[in-house]
């Protein structure tokens, strides 16, 4: 029930091009889902998160689309450029979890021109 | 957003020896930070929970002789892998909640080879 389930595991997508990442969670009390950006040999950064009360969240070139039904999230990056290249985790935690995360497994995009 | 500094970024030791990791919030107390393992290209596997001014939490199955923690203030927290072994190389991500929303930022990790 911890579990958050992420895919594709790579994916390459052209300059210019749209790509996503999608996951999925079980456990129903998570309420709280961010994604990172992590490049090779640095930590994670935080690019964005939403909470389960909206369906979308957008920032710049990279929006969220949750499906509390599904318990679905997915991340969009707009116009990817090669500097997006890193790999993306998704994660989830929930109130009194003690901010406790609980990550995907991780995509690593690479985007070539 | 809010700054947490990991430092040695990296540092190589001999087998046997005792390694200490430092993570500290620049810019904002926190009385909780969690120290993370990431073996290459996997995700990360949080290993304990730190907190300040009691023991830390551990997750199942990690060590908590092998991995001491201490928090010893509102900014630093610190892990001590003991007898450093090979197998114990890896990279090693600390993070702290920081506001109301509880948001986590992480370190710049620190990478540990044991020869």
């Known amino acids: 029930q911890q579990q958050v389930k992420q895919s594709p595991q790579s994916l390459i997508v052209q300059k210019g091009g749209i790509s996503i990442i999608n996951c999925a969670y079980e456990?129903?009390?998570?309420?709280?889902f961010p994604w990172y950006q992590q490049f090779p040999g640095k930590g994670p950064a935080l690019l964005i998160a939403i909470r389960p009360d909206v369906s979308e969240k957008k920032e710049g070139r990279f929006t969220i689309s949750f499906n509390k039904s599904a318990k679905q999230f997915s991340l969009h990056i707009m116009d990817s450029q090669p500097g997006d290249s890193a790999t993306y985790f998704c994660?989830?935690?929930?109130?009194?979890?003690?901010?406790?995360?609980?990550f995907g497994t991780g995509t690593q995009l690479k985007v070539e021109l | 957003g809010a700054v947490v500094s990991q430092h040695p970024s990296w540092v190589i030791c001999k087998s046997g020896t005792s390694v200490k990791i430092e993570c500290r919030s620049l810019d904002f107390q926190a009385t909780t930070m969690f120290w993370y393992r990431q073996f290459p290209k996997q995700s990360l596997m949080l290993m304990a929970t730190?907190?300040?001014?009691?023991?830390?939490?551990?997750e199942q199955g990690v060590e908590k002789d092998k991995f001491l923690i201490n928090h010893a203030s509102l900014t630093l927290s610190t892990l001590t892998v003991t007898s450093a072994h090979p197998e114990d190389s890896s990279f090693y991500i600390c993070s702290a909640p920081f506001g109301g929303s509880g948001e986590l930022f992480f370190g710049e990790g620190s990478r540990l080879t044991v020869l």
């Open positions: 994660a989830a935690s929930k109130t009194g979890g003690g901010n406790k995360l609980t």
């Open positions: 730190s907190n300040e001014g009691s023991k830390a939490t551990y």
């Open positions: 456990n129903t009390a998570f309420d709280y």
